[in-house]
């Protein structure tokens, strides 16, 4: 498109495109492409932990790495930031995991069992202006939810689904304790229901009890509807 940074990137003759993301601007976008080898291993022969899946951003290649998870890249807002998440094995049945923004690997990494969990575990966060990424990990039965190194939440049931506030300073998630959904802010709960289904952060949520459903901003139910 028009206006796109869209300097001419070459994938090898053995690559395959893996995933495709663009900003919502459509002034910058990221990619993420395999070799040969990493054809083997989506076939369920892994053969090698050597790196086989590379990360491009604006066509500058921010890293070669031994499995990026599918569906994991993220762009920032502005498009200027890259986040995604690369998996290693420390065997082939618990694998391991980690994010990377903008070429920098995260110390903590998290393991999961099941591939279900690892499609709602293994997905960055990235703030509104990329500098900072929320995710989750698990360790040890527990989820911690961490922005960058730092650990914010640690419970046994915890999930992020647009975390950030607008402009970046808040980080919401919900909790499941007790057979209640928790909206947690910056470590502190503001609300609770049965089910509560984030909309935006850090307070615009559906929260259903008794089989009614509410939409609540800024702590207010705006509207109900009986489910």
């Known amino acids: 498109p028009a206006g796109m ?5 070459t994938l090898p003759e053995d690559a395959a495109l893996q995933e495709f993301a663009a900003s919502p601007d459509l002034l910058h976008w990221a990619l993420v492409y395999t070799g040969r080898k990493v054809s083997a291993h989506l076939e369920g022969k892994p ?4 790196a086989n899946a590379t990360v491009v951003h604006d066509s500058t290649v921010v890293g070669s790495y031994p499995d990026v998870a599918p569906f994991s890249l993220r762009l920032s807002e502005g498009g200027t930031s890259v986040a995604f998440t690369v998996v290693k094995g420390r065997s082939w049945t618990v694998p391991l995991y980690w994010i990377v923004r903008n070429g920098t690997r ?17 997905h960055p966060w ?14 040890k039965g527990k989820r911690r ?7 914010v939440f640690t419970g046994k049931d915890a999930r992020l689904t647009r975390p950030w506030s607008p402009d970046g300073k808040q980080v919401a998630l919900i909790a499941r304790k ?4 928790r909206l947690v802010v910056d470590g502190k709960t ?15 949520y559906i929260a259903r009890e008794g089989g ?12 109900r509807h009986v489910a």
Request: charged share 25%; with cysteine.
């Open 5 to 9: 940074n869209a300097a001419l990137f």
């Open 47 to 50: 053969k090698s932990l050597k």
């Open 106 to 122: 995260f110390t903590g990494s998290g393991s999961y069992t099941e591939e279900v969990e690892f499609h709602e575990l293994a």
């Open 126 to 139: 990235l703030s509104p202006d990329g500098s900072r990424v929320a995710y989750l990990l698990v360790l």
């Open 145 to 151: 939810v961490m922005v960058d190194e730092s650990d």
């Open 178 to 181: 007790d057979g209640e959904d």
């Open 190 to 204: 503001t609300a609770s229901a049965a089910d509560i289904r984030l909309l935006r952060a850090p307070s615009t």
């Open 212 to 223: 009614e459903d509410a939409l609540v901003v800024d702590g207010k139910p705006c509207a």
